[in-house]
Every structure is written in structure tokens, then in C-alpha cells.
């Protein structure tokens, strides 16, 4: 479960840092930069593959966090 955990953290890392750049590129310039959408445009089914990755690496840390956060797990 450990390889689980750190592949859902990298996939949320990559989306917190694509949904950062979109809305810094909108106000910086009014333009979308979208990494997911620059890398992976040409295939759409490839881009919301990982859009949907995104989503559930979310949900699966949101379910499992407190088992393997060790500040969330310390008793106080």
C-alpha cells in the first residue's frame, strides 16, 4: 500500500501544480497554462486519463490519510 500512497501523492502534486499554474497563467497573462494539457493534448483520452487519476488519488488519500500520516496518527 505504501507504492499506492506515494503515487497518489505524486499524482496530486502534479494536479495542485497544473491547477497553480492555470491560474497564475490567467492572471499573469489571461492564458490557460495547462502541463497536462501541453504534454499530453495531442491524445485526449490520455490527458483525461490523468485527470481522472488526479481525481482518484484524491479521494483514496482522503479515505487513507490518517493511517499512514504520522502527525495525523500521534496521539496527543
Known amino acids: ?4 500512497h506515494m503515487v497518489a501523492c505524486v499524482l496530486l502534486w502534479v494536479g495542485g501544480i ?11 497573462n489571461g492564458s490557460v497554462w495547462n502541463v497536462v494539457n501541453m504534454l499530453l493534448g495531442s491524445m485526449p ?8 487519476l488526479v481525481g482518484l488519488s484524491a479521494l483514496w488519500l482522503m479515505v487513507t490519510h490518517r493511517k499512514h500520516c504520522k502527525e495525523c496518527s500521534a496521539s496527543m
Not at 1 to 4: D, P, T
Not at 21 to 27: K, V
Not at 45 to 52: D, Q
Open 18 to 28: 497544473n491547477w497553480g499554474l492555470m491560474g497564475l497563467g490567467y492572471f499573469v
Open 1 to 4: 500500500m505504501k507504492i499506492l
Open 45 to 52: 483520452a490520455a490527458e483525461y486519463g490523468v485527470y481522472v
